[in-house]
């Protein structure tokens, strides 16, 4: 049977996973365009002399205004059209990150990485939501996870372009190229990507009832213990992504000599490469689980972070090359098993009308207790207690092991003791008043 668009004709069976395809796109832009910025660290301090807590401060500027714009971000999403949302916000911020390649001074630096914060904050809030409304419980966790796989591309491409691009043609020049094309792509999309009937995916008529109100929405998402233990994860694990996402090509030229397109590339194709594989196992076990036991998606996620937080460890303390590429590798892994379910496992506790906003609160928690990783690990590097930066950098990274161990901590409570209640209670929300 084909499906029905509020702002058009029947769509075919097939479009719902058109929708993730296109949006696959548009989110590995969002990725690249910010990643650029982390794996040009050496050439920007190599030319305007910046200090590792300079660096750190600019690689969380972005952080800092996503996560405090988020929260808006999702109560918009939950009321206007969510491709507008997507899409004009994909011009936004494609057009920001050219204008890095006009950055001469740290504010410069500072601001431009805040405004990109800005225009993606819109993204996943409304992404998920749309997503959300064309799959329903027993897809949702495949299609957030494919969705997910198109993070680790574009991490993976910002790496390794941006770094590349920096030693062949300057390191401005990979800012104008993906900025260009990130607009282009959002004005084709317009074309196809359709707007679905708020609650759909949950078969519940969600979009004939009026949105919630401020009160409301704060109420529907803060009454969810399960929601809160997944946002105080989500913030754990995020402290220790943003310290890989940051500093990692960095940490590779300067323990190990690789050479900085090397180290852009093996800093993010190691990690993000395992996540892309294991991504969708993930989404396909969360699937699974989640139709016998309500906690089924924060297992998953639980068992990711428990065994990830040795794999943390070991990256930040080995000096040999080989255990360190391979302890990447299996972080990756590991962390692809919780990325999966990231908003998915959110979903399950929240009604259809506040999703969008839970994702901005949770991006809010998330980034803004996450932004302070490359701040700490530039701070521990700098002012650390042994002789060398580089030997502070090691044991800043590791700790992060330590952060997994106490997310996986807050996942378990909710699975164990909060999930059932808040599933049934959401699954069984009047969508009439």
Aim: net charge positive; hydrophobic share 50%; aromatic share 12%.
């Amino acid at each position: 049977m084909p499906s029905s668009s509020p702002s058009g004709p029947a769509l075919p069976r097939h479009y719902k996973w058109t929708v993730v395809g296109m949006l696959w796109f548009v989110c590995f832009f969002n990725y690249a365009d910010r990643q650029m910025i982390s794996s040009v660290f050496p050439k920007l301090k190599e030319e305007f002399g910046f200090t590792p807590v300079q660096l750190g401060l600019i690689g969380s500027a972005f952080a800092w205004v996503y996560a405090a714009a988020a929260p808006v971000a999702g109560f918009i999403a939950d009321r206007v059209a969510r491709r507008h949302l997507i899409l004009g916000g994909c011009v936004f911020w494609s057009g920001v990150a050219m204008t890095t390649g006009w950055c001469r001074t740290l504010w410069q630096f500072i601001t431009v990485r805040a405004l990109e914060g800005f225009g993606e904050t819109f993204y996943f809030p409304a992404t998920m939501s749309l997503v959300g409304d064309y799959h329903d419980r027993r897809t949702r966790s495949r299609a957030f996870s494919f969705h997910q796989s198109s993070v680790y591309a574009g991490t993976i491409a910002g790496s390794w372009a941006g770094a590349w691009f920096a030693e062949m043609h300057g390191w401005r020049s990979g800012f104008y190229l993906f900025g260009g094309l990130g607009m282009v792509l959002a004005l084709v999309l317009y074309r196809f990507l359709r707007e679905p009937a708020r609650g759909a995916g949950g078969g519940r008529a969600a979009a004939t009832v009026p949105p919630l109100g401020l009160a409301e929405t704060a109420r529907e998402i803060l009454r969810r213990p399960s929601a809160l233990l997944l946002m105080g994860a989500f913030l754990g694990a995020n402290f220790v992504a943003t310290i890989f996402l940051t500093w990692t090509p960095t940490f590779l030229v300067e323990k190990f000599n690789f050479r900085l397109t090397a180290a852009g590339l093996s800093g993010s194709v190691f990690i993000h490469l395992a996540s892309a594989v294991s991504v969708p196992l993930g989404g396909l076990l969360a699937d699974r689980l989640a139709q016998r036991f309500p906690g089924g998606r924060m297992l998953v996620q639980a068992g990711g972070l428990l065994i990830g937080a040795a794999f943390v460890a070991i990256v930040g303390l080995t000096t040999s090359t080989g255990t360190l590429l391979a302890a990447m590798a299996c972080f990756g892994a590991c962390k692809g098993l919780y990325d999966a379910n990231i908003f998915a496992a959110v979903f399950d506790v929240i009604e259809p009308r506040a999703r969008a906003s839970a994702v901005g609160i949770m991006n809010a928690v998330g980034w803004g207790g996450g932004a302070l990783g490359p701040v700490a690990v530039g701070w521990a590097t700098q002012y650390g207690r042994h002789a060398k930066e580089v030997d502070n950098m090691s044991e800043a990274i590791a700790f992060g092991g330590i952060i997994y161990l106490g997310a996986a901590a807050l996942l378990l409570i909710a699975a164990l003791g909060f999930a059932r209640r808040d599933v049934l209670e959401a699954s069984s929300t009047p969508t009439r008043s």
